[in-house]
């Protein structure tokens, strides 16, 4: 009778060991799934808004190239020219925290840099924007220093969203054959 005992208990603790290795590889599995979920997601979210980035990137590419050819003459303008336009405007707007907190699951920290990039271009739009006013009471060589600093963030913002856009297109490609745009939502 103690042997049975003993044999029953065994099979209890196997049996118990066995229930949770089973429902430890059941939870690994459905974690995975998430996750490759949430980054189909991600990757059909940087779909949907690469031409947004193109946008932000090709403005901080038209900012470091037009400004620093054009310094002589904005420095001796007394009004400020804003080089910038309304779809450009509009493309800053749309890639709001919403958006950003979609591509979280994206590799190597992209929807970080794309946040810390596009609020580096917004903060210089504002500056450009906020200096219309005061423009016209510098002196040439002052707004040709605030010219040459754009110039110089601008040009280091296109490098970082270069970078991004192309992590963006390649989780774009990876991912949107698996789910559609329309089971997102996103359409």
């Known amino acids: 009778m103690e042997t049975f005992k003993y044999v029953l208990d065994t099979l209890a603790v196997v049996g118990t060991w066995g229930?949770?290795?089973v429902a430890l590889k059941l939870s690994r599995t459905a974690a995975k799934k998430a996750a490759s979920d949430a980054e189909a997601r991600a990757g059909l979210v940087a779909a949907h808004h690469l031409?947004?980035?193109?946008?932000?990137?090709?403005l901080a590419r038209k900012l470091a190239a037009l400004l620093p050819p054009n310094r002589e003459m904005w420095s001796t303008r007394a009004d400020l020219?804003?080089?910038?336009?309304?779809?450009?405007?509009?493309?800053?707007?749309?890639?709001n925290l919403d958006v950003?907190?979609?591509?979280?699951?994206?590799p190597n920290h992209c929807a970080s840099r794309l946040s810390r990039s596009i609020g580096e271009l917004s903060t210089l739009v504002e500056n450009i924007?906020?200096?219309?006013?005061?423009?016209?009471?510098?002196?040439p060589a002052f707004r040709a220093s605030w010219i040459d600093r754009w110039a110089a963030q601008a040009d280091l913002i296109a490098l970082n969203l270069?970078?991004?856009?192309d992590e963006c297109a390649n989780a774009?490609?990876?991912?949107?054959?698996?789910?559609?745009?329309a089971e997102l939502g996103l359409e």
């Open 19 to 21: 229930a949770v290795v």
């Open 51 to 58: 031409d947004h980035v193109r946008n932000i990137w090709l």
């Open 162 to 165: 270069k970078t991004v856009i």
């Open 81 to 95: 020219l804003s080089p910038i336009v309304d779809i450009e405007r509009t493309s800053l707007t749309v890639m």
């Open 129 to 139: 924007d906020a200096m219309h006013d005061v423009w016209p009471s510098m002196n």
């Open 100 to 106: 950003i907190a979609q591509l979280m699951p994206l």
């Open 172 to 181: 774009a490609n990876t991912h949107a054959p698996s789910i559609t745009a």
